[in-house]
């Protein structure tokens, strides 16, 4: 079946530190991936997605690139904010039937002033 | 546009008591779907819902019922809780069954059973 595995956590960084948060998928066929991001007390949101191999994902100064080949999309920011604490999700999407998400186990990520 | 609601926000149950977990969603989205959160174990699908009148078993469904009520409503019942089923619960909204839509999630409710 399909499995998501990313780093755990928690990552600690000072403020504009680089952040990378590692993930890699085993699925059969081509899965679209996802990362969604959860502030505390919420429920999660998408950040990024890319949905075939070589696509790079962005948004809000996050990126993650789907590497077909290391069975990866890693995410990565070249300069955090605290208000990028928050848990990160790595998660796929096969071409089953019902399309379900599975996710991986989450990071929380703490930036410090 | 409220998007994905979610009631109650907190519960705390004792061991055999049952109660529903309700959800609603303003997106005329047609798929809808029951999470459970862990401490590192990410998210694990209880139930889904791919239209309205249709329900499956996710991968962790023991334990729990659920209802599409119409196209707005999904809820999940715990019919006798147990405090294995202490965690946060989330349901979430997909458009359609593409693999390249994102799921849209409401705010939770967390759960503890005594």
């Known amino acids: 079946g399909n499995s998501v595995t990313q780093m755990e956590g928690p990552v600690t960084l000072s403020e504009e530190a680089f952040l990378t948060i590692n993930c890699t998928y085993t699925?059969?066929?081509?899965?679209?991936l996802f990362w969604y991001v959860q502030y505390p007390g919420e429920g999660l949101q998408l950040l990024l997605k890319?949905?075939?191999?070589?696509d790079k994902g962005s948004n809000k100064g996050f990126e993650a690139t789907y590497r077909k080949e290391t069975t990866s999309f890693h995410l990565e920011k070249g300069s955090v904010q605290v208000s990028d604490s928050a848990v990160y999700f790595c998660?796929?999407?096969?071409?089953?039937?019902?399309?379900?998400?599975?996710f991986g186990g989450g990071t929380r990520v703490l930036v410090k002033p | 546009n409220a998007g994905v609601t979610q009631t109650p926000k907190f519960q705390v149950l004792k061991t055999g008591q049952s109660m529903t977990l309700q959800c609603a969603q303003d997106?005329?989205?047609?798929?809808m779907y029951w999470y459970r959160q862990d401490p590192g174990m990410g998210l694990r699908l209880i139930y889904y819902?791919?239209?309205?009148?249709?329900?499956d078993k996710g991968e962790v469904p023991n334990g729990y019922n659920v209802s599409r009520l119409n196209k707005r409503e999904f809820s999940l019942r715990l019919e006798s809780a147990a405090p294995s089923q202490t965690s946060v619960y989330f349901c979430?909204?997909?458009?359609?069954?593409?693999?390249?839509?994102?799921?849209?999630f409401g705010p939770g409710t967390r759960l503890t059973v005594l």
């Open positions: 890319a949905t075939k191999a070589d």
């Open positions: 997106m005329n989205h047609n798929s």
């Open positions: 699925a059969t066929g081509y899965p679209s």
């Open positions: 819902s791919a239209s309205e009148g249709t329900t």
């Open positions: 998660a796929l999407s096969g071409q089953a039937a019902g399309n379900k998400l599975t």
């Open positions: 979430a909204t997909q458009p359609g069954q593409g693999p390249y839509n994102e799921q849209f």
